[in-house]
């Protein structure tokens, strides 16, 4: 579980400016605000949406506020693309994801086969490079990744194949940032290569999951393993 802030406040989505910054509207006055994501997001925001702001202001920022979470359908999703590492570290920490609870020594950003992976778990031979995905879009019930062609991701997913060849544990984690997914698939209609690279890893031993999360105004957390469908 993942502490998001104390209290958050709404705001109107007006427009997004470039990959990380956007207008919104927050009593009755324009504000600047910093996006931590850099996907599409299209079917998320958009003008007059709703959106909720974190205050995260500091003398070497220029903006007050991250905006975090938005309101779809009555349903907080976050967009926050920080946060699915963290809740991924802290459940490795609390051996809350049995597919891992071997490892007990846990490496961030750790540089291999041209990429630079989420983790490196160790204590246990062999050792397992993991890499993280945040997950935001979802179409009737299914989660798909990613919203936006996306090199670096295909890039992770060949240095985790060639992890596994190298004799290491691989795989990779898509955490749905939002609780009405039922199931996840590659997004081949935007990236079907990054579709055609997660199948040929897969086929290769790199083992594949998501999780949904559950999603509150100030927490998040891993909930249910979903389905992978590939």
Not at 124 to 137: A, G, M, N, R, Y
């Amino acid at each position: 579980m993942m502490k998001i802030v104390d209290q958050m406040k709404q705001a109107r989505f007006l427009r997004r400016e470039n990959r990380f910054a956007c207008l919104v509207e927050l009593k009755a006055s324009k504000e600047r605000v910093y996006l931590p994501n850099s996907g599409r997001l299209n079917s998320l925001l958009f003008p007059g949406q709703t959106v909720f702001l974190a205050e995260r202001s500091s003398s070497s920022r220029r903006t007050r506020y991250d905006l975090v979470m938005t309101l779809l359908n009555g349903k907080l999703v976050s967009v926050d693309a920080r946060v699915p590492g963290e809740l991924v570290y802290q459940a490795l920490c609390q051996r809350g994801l049995p597919q891992f609870g071997d490892y007990s020594s846990i490496q961030r950003e750790v540089a291999f086969g041209g990429s630079r992976l989420d983790f490196l778990l160790s204590n246990h031979i062999p050792q397992c490079f993991l890499e993280v995905k945040s997950v935001t879009l979802v179409q009737e019930g299914r989660a798909f990744f990613p919203d936006a062609p996306t090199l670096r991701g295909r890039r992770h997913l060949k240095s985790l194949t060639w992890a596994k060849k190298e004799g290491y544990e691989a795989a990779i984690v898509f955490v749905i940032q939002r609780e009405d997914a039922a199931s996840f698939s590659p997004n081949d209609a935007v990236d079907a290569e990054f579709g055609h690279t997660l199948r040929a890893a897969q086929l290769q031993g790199v083992d594949v999951y998501a999780y949904r999360c559950k999603v509150s105004p100030r927490e998040i957390e891993l909930a249910e393993q979903v389905p992978i469908h590939l």
